[in-house]
């Protein structure tokens, strides 16, 4: 039986993982994911969104197709969207 970050049940339709979802992910591997930081309301969750934001940006240039970069509701537009990355 699979995970169920790995599910619709555990995404976010909005983009990423819902708190089922990370609450899944963190026990399968012993991880420490956090909700979006979307208004970082101190300087570690800015440090935090800036290099999810850089990340995300590169792994979008790279990794995916023209098509799913200009498609509003992909999976990586709907999480940079929620993480208000620019």
């Known amino acids: 039986m699979s995970e169920a970050w790995t599910k ?3 995404k976010n339709p909005k983009g990423g993982l819902n708190a089922k979802g990370r609450a899944s992910y963190n026990k399968a591997h012993g991880g420490h994911l956090k909700p979006p930081a979307p208004h970082p309301k101190n300087e ?3 440090a935090r969104k800036k290099s999810f934001c850089a990340r995300m940006q590169g792994l ?3 990794m995916t197709s023209p098509a799913k970069k200009k498609d509003p509701n992909s999976r990586i537009n709907k999480s940079l969207r929620a993480w ?3």
């Open 84 to 86: 208000n990355c620019r």
């Open 8 to 10: 619709k049940e555990g």
């Open 60 to 62: 979008k240039s790279k």
């Open 44 to 46: 570690k969750d800015a």
